[in-house]
């Protein structure tokens, strides 16, 4: 008898080359949570756990190819997008996603790295607002992401705007859930919120850890994408996901000279503790 297959989910984003965020990322994230990461490169970067130093953006026609490819073969439960490198980018992955209307399509809208190197210039932010969103299932902005998408037309002061309106404008361009992390916040603890249907569903407070960590919204992000590919409705893969990006968190460690990095087989090493535990006490029987 065959070995069923692990759902597969779809992700576009850009590379990292220290693994922490990015392509590398979402596949630790996917394959973490038992799904099959399928990938389509979007863009190359120059980076380490300190910042980026520089992003190449693949030509739209090879991000087109690789994409049609791989969908004329395999069937996606989920897509994910992160870095999207270009406003061809975009355009070409719009064209995508409305062919697979029924997929869940989960956007982590990237404007800067976590040192605030610029990687959305304001036309990519336009056509990610108008040909990507309105095919949303979820996007995933933090705070300073979601006061830029939401008040891009603005010429008010959009630091001191609340989430709540932030929100409301966001989901009126079409999106059917956002989900707005708190970690930019000046909080004690980091509060992550959930909207849809015009109104906030939920908002989870978690610990705020000491650190700062590279990859922590493309492993959220993928997460979702990975607990919805496994058939659980938005609230409890909403909720699941931010307890194992937690936890991915609170096992990071710092491999360079810059930020912590989610350890996303956490798990992993746990169970190899235990057994040496195990075998240590077994001998000593």
Not at 121 to 139: G, K, R, V, W
Not at 151 to 170: K, M, P
Not at 181 to 202: D, F, M, S, W
């Amino acid at each position: 008898m065959a070995n069923q297959t692990p759902p597969c989910v779809l992700t576009f984003a850009g590379t990292d080359p220290s693994s922490g965020a990015g392509l590398q990322a979402d596949i630790l994230t996917l394959a973490s949570i038992g799904c099959h990461p399928l990938s389509v490169v979007t863009a190359i970067t120059a980076q380490d756990t300190v910042g980026v130093e520089g992003v190449l953006a693949m030509d739209a026609e090879w991000v087109n190819d690789q994409a049609r490819a791989i969908l004329e073969d395999v069937q996606v439960a989920a897509f994910k997008l992160g870095l999207l490198g270009s406003v061809e980018n975009i355009a070409v992955i719009a064209e995508i996603m409305a062919d697979y209307p029924d997929v869940p399509l989960l956007i982590d809208p990237i404007l800067t790295s976590g040192r605030g190197d610029d990687l959305s210039n304001d036309e990519m932010m336009e056509a990610m607002t108008t040909l990507l969103f309105p095919q949303a299932t979820l996007i995933t902005p933090n705070s300073l992401e979601a006061r830029r998408l939401a008040f891009a037309d603005s010429e008010n002061e959009i630091a001191h705007t609340s989430l709540d309106e932030s929100a409301t404008r966001l989901l009126a361009m079409g999106c059917e859930y956002v989900l707005i992390t708190g970690t930019h916040e000046r909080t004690l603890e980091v509060t992550n919120t959930l909207y849809g249907e015009n109104q906030l569903i939920k908002s989870y407070q978690w610990e705020r850890l000491v650190g700062s960590y590279h990859g922590s919204g493309c492993t959220l992000t993928s997460a979702i994408a990975a607990c919805m590919a496994h058939g659980l409705n938005m609230e409890e893969a909403v909720l699941e996901a931010q307890e194992f990006t937690w936890q991915t968190l609170k096992n990071g460690f710092r491999p360079g000279m810059g930020q912590y990095i989610p350890d996303r087989m956490f798990w992993a090493r746990d169970e190899e503790e235990s057994e040496v535990k195990s075998g240590e006490k077994n001998k000593a029987h």
